[in-house]
Nanobody, 124 residues
Framework: QVHLVESGGGLVQAGGSLRLSCAISGRSLGDYAMAWFRQAPGQEREFVSAIGRSGGFTRYADSVEDRFIISRDNAKNMMYLQMNSLKPEDTAVYYC?????????????????WGQGTQVTISS
């Protein structure tokens, strides 16, 4: 059974940085394209970033382009999201997701496995 666990969330001031991590167990990370989504209170879950199985392909939402960097270490079964120049509007619960055999789509319905989420709060 595949299990995803996020970590690294917290409270930081605007302009600060955080690094989120996602650990996968039960299957090899290399079997999955991976992504980060986020959901703010009262809003729909939205795509943040995705990375292909080998890490050669990445994509970002316009709102985080040039501020966030997604990466993965298949040998360690870990995925990361480096978040810089954080803004109050980045406040949300961040989820990692795994797409079996995929390439990293923006559609949440394409993802097979989800973590429980980690809270990120940015103060102004």
């Amino acid at each position: 059974q595949v299990h995803l666990v996020e970590s690294g969330g917290g409270l930081v001031q605007a302009g600060g940085s955080l690094r989120l991590s996602c650990a996968i167990s039960g299957r090899s990370l290399g079997d999955y394209a991976m992504a980060w989504f986020r959901q703010a209170p009262g809003q729909e879950r939205e795509f943040v970033s995705a990375i292909g199985r080998s890490g050669g392909f990445t994509r970002y939402a316009d709102s985080v382009e040039d501020r966030f960097i997604i990466s993965r270490d298949n040998a360690k079964n870990m995925m990361y999201l480096q978040m810089n120049s954080l803004k109050p509007e980045d406040t949300a619960v961040y989820y990692c997701a795994a797409e079996n055999g995929g390439y990293g789509t923006t559609a949440a319905r394409s993802y097979d496995h989800w973590g429980q989420g980690t809270q990120v709060t940015i103060s102004s």
